[in-house]
T-cell receptor, first 115, second 110 residues
Framework: GQQVMQIPQYQHVQEGEDFTTYCNSSTTLSNIQWYKQRPGGHPVFLIQ?????EVKKQKRLTFQFGEAKKNSSLHITATQTTDVGTYFCAGRTRGGGTSYGKLTFGQGTILTVHP | DGGITQSPKYLFRKEGQNVTLSCEQNLNHDAMYWYRQDPGQGLRLIYY???????QKGDIAEGYSVSREKKESFPLTVTSAQKNPTAFYLC?????????FGPGTRLLVL
């Protein structure tokens, strides 16, 4: 079945340093989504990427979707303590018995930011 | 105030007992989902429903059951057949692009 691998599992940075998490799928994706989960909270949708090679920015966050639509990355510039949490990618493939396709989550990257 | 509510926030259960987790949404979404989250792992899909009176097994449905009698409600029952029920359970609903999660229920089996 479809697998979505995310690395690294943990990342510790000093405030002001950059951070990147990578997501790789075993199959070609129709789109990929990114979520953030604060400690003790629930995942919150950040963004969806659909097109091959797509790049989207949200303030200090930059999201990329690979040309082959099998990998993606999230890069945070100059991290702040408010960035702490777990970042998940979720890849969607068509079919899987649903009209929306099947969404498979990566294991997440836990980001710690030291002030 | 629109959104997804889950209750209770924390739930304790004795081994061998069934327990039902509530999930309600007022977003008028057709599709609803139940996920399980364990430490160090991503979200794993238990069951999903695309429309009232219809639901499908996800990747880890064994030991769980659901119902979808109303559009707004998608309760999950954790049965005694679930061998490792202690986890964080998340309910979600979605539009075509965005999936919205509830606050979750932490289930602890004693």
């Amino acid at each position: 079945g479809q697998q979505v691998m995310q690395i690294p599992q943990y990342q510790h940075v000093q405030e002001g340093e950059d951070f990147t998490t990578y997501c790789n799928s075993s199959t070609t994706l129709s789109n990929i989504q990114w979520y953030k989960q604060r400690p003790g909270g629930h995942p919150v949708f950040l963004i969806q990427l659909v097109k091959s090679g797509e790049v989207k920015k949200q303030k200090r966050l930059t999201f990329q979707f690979g040309e082959a639509k099998k990998n993606s990355s999230l890069h945070i510039t100059a991290t702040q303590t408010t960035d702490v949490g777990t970042y998940f990618c979720a890849g969607r493939t068509r079919g899987g018995g649903t009209s929306y396709g099947k969404l498979t989550f990566g294991q997440g990257t836990i980001l710690t930011v030291h002030p | 105030d629109g959104g997804i509510t889950q209750s209770p926030k924390y739930l304790f259960r004795k081994e061998g007992q069934n327990v039902t987790l509530s999930c309600e949404q007022n977003l008028n979404h057709d599709a609803m989902y139940w996920y399980r989250q364990d430490p160090g792992q991503g979200l794993r899909l238990i069951y999903y429903s695309q429309i009232v009176n219809d639901f499908q097994k996800g990747d880890i449905a064994e030991g769980y059951s659901v119902s979808r009698e109303k559009k707004e409600s998608f309760p999950l029952t954790v049965t005694s057949a679930q061998k490792n029920p202690t986890a964080f359970y998340l309910c979600a609903s979605r539009t075509e692009e965005t999936q919205y999660f509830g606050p979750g229920t932490r289930l602890l089996v004693l």
